[in-house]
Every structure is written in structure tokens, then in C-alpha cells.
């Protein structure tokens, strides 16, 4: 079996969630290859291209995710067809309630 490459990339106003990104990225490194980003403002898109596994995390507020979390999701958007580099990617979503 292929090792699988992951990112969790997250946003953490108080550090809540980059704690549960860590833990599920120690969890995960025992069986794949795992890198964890902060949401940033120039996070190369790009990168995101060569894993086969996104987690995204962020904390909500009234049952709705960040508003960073969300700019940089839409902003996958704009990589999304470059290539083919985004299609049949996997992901899932962990929410922290503050």
C-alpha cells in the first residue's frame, strides 16, 4: 500500500483547534505521511495539490466556521481546475465550539 500524503490545515484563535489538529496529525503519522499548516494569508495554494487527504479545522461561532477558514477554502477555488491538481482530492472537516 502506497503511503498517503495528509495536511491539516487549520485556523486557532486560542489554540483549541491546532491542539485537536495536532493530535489527530500524531495519530495519523504512524501509518502516513502528515503536514499541518496554519491558515495564513499567502498560504500557497498550490501545495495543497501533492496530498491525497485534506483535514481543514476551525472553531465555530453560531454553528458556523471561521470566517479565515472560509476565505481560504473559497480560495481553493481558484486552483481548482489549474491542471487537474484538486480533483478527486478527500476531505474532511473538525469543528471546535467555542
Known amino acids: 500500500m502506497d503511503k498517503k500524503n495528509i495536511a491539516v490545515i487549520h485556523h486557532s484563535g486560542s489554540g483549541n483547534t491546532r491542539t485537536i489538529g495536532e493530535v489527530f496529525g500524531e495519530l495519523l503519522s504512524k501509518k502516513r505521511s502528515v503536514d499541518a499548516y496554519p491558515i495564513k494569508q ?24 471561521s470566517k479565515s477558514i472560509t476565505e481560504f477554502v473559497d480560495g481553493i477555488a481558484e486552483i481548482r481546475w489549474q491542471g487537474g491538481g484538486m480533483l478527486k482530492k478527500l476531505s474532511v472537516n473538525f469543528g471546535v465550539i467555542l
Not at 500557497?44 to 458556523?64: A, M, R, V
Open 42 to 65: 499567502d498560504f500557497g495554494y498550490g501545495l495543497l495539490t501533492k496530498y491525497d487527504l485534506l483535514i481543514f479545522g476551525t472553531p465555530t461561532f453560531n454553528c458556523s466556521p
